[in-house]
């Protein structure tokens, strides 16, 4: 089918003018504000070393496809191509899998899986195998799918943030929601306002989701190892840490082991 690899098949166009600054580049921004993916997921793999080595070292794969959905995000705005979307939304799609596997609190599985966590990583790559067979099925929707998973892990952050009297994880948790909130509003703005943004010629909205949701995925994910330590690593203290420098107002986090098992 060489349809899927033409410029412009895929179904999905956002606000910003294709084709303004390069013939060879369908959406200048929208491709060029997903390089924040290629440099935090280096920076997350070395800042989170000493942590993945205790923890599980299935974290690397978690921000590999970090790094990979840059890529292919980039490939999809230059050429609009069909395939391009479903590269993009598929790896999405096993990231978001990924951190589920490793990260989900074992209070939060199906009750008929008895906190059993290799049944419950099983669980997730059937589904998120099955889901990327359907993706190819309603390519439009895909990307509200997604981003409807992400409300289930808002749904959990909330539960853990009534739970919790740690500062530094409650102060996380409201960071990693305002900044999805943000980012997603930009998104929908993008999708479902674009002709008011074309008549004031604003067609930025999609690169804001792009640079907001690449610092809100490390934020996401250091929320959620505070919260699978409190059930998975008993005896062991992370420290939240930002890079470059703790000092400074904003930063990459991170956590530093300094090293009971608690009830949901």
């Not at 930002?242 to 904003?250: K, L, M």
């Given at each position: 089918?060489?349809?899927?690899?033409a410029?412009?098949?895929?179904?999905?166009?956002?606000?910003?003018?294709?084709?303004?600054y390069?013939?060879?580049?369908?959406?200048?921004?929208?491709?060029?504000t997903?390089?924040?993916?290629?440099?935090?997921?280096?920076?997350?793999?070395?800042?989170?070393?000493?942590?993945?080595?205790?923890?599980?070292?299935y974290?690397?794969?978690?921000?590999?496809?970090f790094?990979i959905?840059?890529?292919?995000s980039?490939?999809?705005?230059?050429?609009?191509?069909?395939l391009?979307?479903?590269l993009?939304?598929?790896?999405?799609?096993?990231?978001?899998?990924?951190?589920?596997?490793?990260?989900m609190?074992?209070?939060?599985?199906p009750?008929?899986?008895?906190?059993?966590?290799?049944?419950?990583?099983?669980?997730v790559?059937?589904?998120?195998?099955?889901?990327?067979?359907l993706s190819?099925?309603?390519?439009?929707?895909?990307?509200?799918?997604?981003?409807?998973?992400?409300?289930?892990?808002?749904?959990?952050?909330?539960?853990?943030?009534?739970?919790?009297?740690?500062?530094?994880?409650?102060?996380?948790?409201?960071?990693?929601?305002?900044?999805w909130?943000?980012?997603?509003?930009s998104?929908?703005?993008?999708?479902?306002?674009?002709?008011?943004?074309?008549?004031?010629?604003?067609?930025?909205?999609?690169s804001?989701?792009?640079?907001?949701?690449?610092?809100?995925?490390?934020?996401?994910?250091v929320?959620?190892?505070?919260?699978d330590?409190?059930?998975?690593?008993p005896?062991?203290?992370?420290?939240?840490?930002?890079?470059?420098?703790?000092?400074?107002?904003?930063?990459?986090?991170?956590?530093?082991?300094?090293?009971?098992?608690?009830?949901?």
């Amino acid at each position: 089918m060489p349809s899927i690899f033409a410029y412009q098949s895929s179904e999905v166009d956002w606000c910003e003018s294709n084709f303004q600054y390069s013939e060879l580049v369908a959406e200048f921004y929208n491709t060029f504000t997903n390089i924040p993916f290629l440099i935090f997921g280096p920076l997350m793999i070395l800042l989170m070393y000493p942590y993945a080595q205790k923890r599980s070292r299935y974290i690397y794969v978690f921000w590999v496809l970090f790094m990979i959905i840059g890529l292919f995000s980039m490939y999809f705005h230059m050429t609009l191509s069909f395939l391009g979307q479903l590269l993009d939304e598929i790896a999405i799609l096993w990231l978001l899998g990924s951190g589920y596997s490793i990260w989900m609190p074992r209070c939060y599985f199906p009750s008929f899986l008895e906190g059993n966590r290799s049944q419950f990583i099983c669980l997730v790559f059937i589904t998120t195998m099955a889901s990327t067979l359907l993706s190819f099925l309603r390519p439009t929707v895909n990307a509200y799918v997604l981003n409807s998973i992400a409300l289930h892990i808002v749904y959990i952050v909330c539960q853990e943030y009534r739970k919790t009297s740690n500062k530094e994880l409650r102060h996380l948790i409201e960071v990693s929601v305002v900044l999805w909130a943000v980012a997603l509003t930009s998104w929908v703005s993008d999708r479902l306002l674009c002709s008011f943004w074309q008549r004031i010629h604003f067609f930025y909205l999609h690169s804001i989701w792009h640079v907001l949701i690449s610092i809100t995925f490390p934020y996401g994910m250091v929320t959620m190892a505070l919260v699978d330590a409190n059930y998975e690593m008993p005896g062991e203290t992370l420290k939240v840490r930002y890079w470059p420098r703790d000092s400074w107002p904003v930063g990459l986090p991170y956590v530093e082991i300094r090293g009971d098992d608690k009830n949901c």
